[in-house]
């Protein structure tokens, strides 16, 4: 069965050349040149692989990565990068790269590469998955939310929430107890490289508290931090 790859490299040259060794491999290959058109893509169409180089125009590749893992835990990424530094690559697979290959490399390691990260995806996708569903859920105070079926209950009763709601939320339990700002909400939830009025962001963490707090005007689980953004507490302290 045809693999769809997502390859995500500004560098014409090698993007010529991966994009063509990859399809002799026999996949389909899509190939785009900046972090905001990687998400675009990765919003309307499955992929079985993302290739994605560290260094883009508009929106740079670790907040790529950050921002699919909030849609997608399984797809995997391949990260390529001219940056050799370790924290660089740690900093990678801890926004959840599954590997990581520093410039210049070998083009018969990366299609070694490839092939791992692909064969290790087909039999995930065999794999019984209930112990994740069941983990891709929170409880908080009286409040629960499930990512997957969007279902939530608050305060005032049962509620589903919109797909924006959970990224947005999800992005804050990820970042628990760390201030989020309103900039990284917009680029790694709604995928903008030009941030227009963050009023969108406030909206959206009022609705959260008309949801889940007992007294929103006095929130103890999602937290305003002036002049910086707002920070998920679930002990609700």
Same mark, same amino acid.
């Given at each position: ?6 390859? /995500?490299?500004?560098?014409?040259? $090698?993007?010529? $050349? ?10 389909? /290959?899509?190939? *785009? ?5 990687? +998400? =675009? ?12 180089? *560290? =260094? ?44 990581? %290959?520093? @410039? ?7 299609? $070694?590469? *490839? ?7 087909? @039999? ?41 709601? !959970?990224?947005?939320?999800? %992005?804050? /339990? ?14 790694? *939830?709604?995928?903008?490289? /030009? ?9 959206? !963490? +009022? ?9 929103? @005007? ?20």
């Amino acid at each position: 069965m045809t693999k769809r790859i997502l390859l /995500v490299e500004d560098e014409e040259s $090698l993007h010529d $050349l991966l994009k063509l060794n990859l399809e002799l491999d026999g996949n389909k /290959v899509i190939g *785009v040149k900046d972090g905001e058109q990687a +998400l =675009m893509r990765f919003e309307g169409e499955q992929f079985d692989l993302i290739i994605l180089d *560290v =260094m883009l125009p508009k929106i740079d590749g670790f907040s790529v990565c950050e921002s699919i893992r909030l849609r997608n835990k399984e797809v995997p990424i391949l990260f390529l990068s001219a940056k050799n530094q370790a924290e660089d690559r740690i900093s990678g697979l801890k926004l959840g790269g599954d590997d990581y %290959l520093s @410039k210049p490399f070998n083009l018969e390691e990366l299609q $070694l590469r *490839v092939g791992n990260l692909l064969n290790r995806n087909s @039999k995930k996708s065999n794999s019984n998955t209930a112990s994740e569903s069941q983990a891709n859920e929170i409880y908080f105070g009286p409040n629960y939310v499930n990512f997957d079926t969007h279902e939530a209950r608050g305060v005032n009763g049962n509620v589903t929430l919109t797909k924006k709601e !959970i990224l947005l939320f999800k %992005l804050l /339990v990820e970042h628990k107890n760390e201030v989020v700002s309103r900039e990284k909400i917009l680029q790694t *939830v709604w995928g903008y490289s /030009v941030f227009p009025s963050t009023r969108t962001v406030d909206n959206f !963490i +009022l609705s959260f508290r008309k949801y889940f707090e007992l007294n929103p @005007k006095t929130p103890k689980f999602i937290k305003s931090i002036r002049g910086f953004g707002y920070i998920f507490d679930d002990h609700g302290s």
